[in-house]
């Protein structure tokens, strides 16, 4: 099975602040990977998928990237309205959640 | 505009089972891979079940494996997740979502808002 490890598991940033969430991957999982961010009481949204690509309707503050198993979300200005929890998803075999990174404001 | 709405949560008790559904709109159902996912209180998300288009395809982990049951009605565009033998460690908001295939990629594109079922006597 295919771990996904995240970090931090949690992270105090402060608005317009540059913040850097990444998973590492326990194999190589090519681009198969996914970023949701998940509002208190709400679902869980679509924020990046394919490791880079921007999903429809999300900020262009919001950007993924990836150097070889290890993959970033990187928020870079940030916004109140961006305070939440960010998973990442890998789809390559199966589908494995990282553990989560709580995103607070400071 | 796509919706997901789920529905058949409830309290229930261990051993027991229960049938959770999902109604689909906005869009071409039957185009769609579908999956559960869940959410233990105050957890992270855990998958729990994917089908394909015409439904002859099932995938599970193996914490479900054996007990629950993807399903679905392309005529209803509805999705079905049977649970049986339920135990506490069910206990989840479930949500259903619309998988989206992309050049080498798979995501969730769209999430229903939830449905929780409480396992306990």
């Known amino acids: 099975d295919i771990q996904m490890t995240q970090s931090p598991a949690s992270l105090s940033a402060s608005l317009e602040e540059i913040v850097t969430i990444t998973c590492q991957a326990s194999?190589?999982?090519?681009?198969?990977l996914s970023w949701y961010q998940q509002k208190p009481g709400k679902s869980p949204q679509l924020l990046i998928y394919?490791?880079?690509s921007l999903a429809d309707g999300v900020p262009s503050r919001f950007s993924g990237s990836r150097s070889g198993t290890q993959y970033s979300l990187k928020i870079s200005r940030l916004q109140v309205e961006d305070i939440g929890i960010y998973y990442c998803l890998q789809a390559y075999s199966a589908w494995t959640f990282g553990g989560g990174t709580k995103l607070e404001l400071k | 505009e796509v919706q997901l709405v789920e529905s058949g949560g409830g309290l229930v008790q261990p051993g027991r089972s229960l049938k959770l559904s999902c109604a689909a709109s906005g869009f071409t159902f039957s185009n769609y891979y579908m999956a559960w996912v869940r959410q233990a209180p105050k957890k992270g998300l855990e998958w729990v079940a994917t089908i394909s288009t015409s439904g002859s395809r099932t995938y599970y982990p193996d914490s479900v494996k054996g007990r629950f049951t993807i399903s679905r009605d392309n005529a209803k565009s509805s999705l079905y997740l049977q649970m049986n033998s339920l135990k506490s460690e069910d206990t989840a908001t479930y949500y259903c979502?619309?998988?989206?295939?992309?050049?080498?990629?798979?995501?969730?594109?769209?999430w229903g808002q939830g449905v929780m079922v409480t396992v306990s006597s």
């Open positions: 194999q190589d999982i090519g681009n198969w």
């Open positions: 979502a619309r998988r989206q295939d992309g050049y080498n990629s798979h995501y969730f594109d769209y």
């Open positions: 394919g490791a880079t």
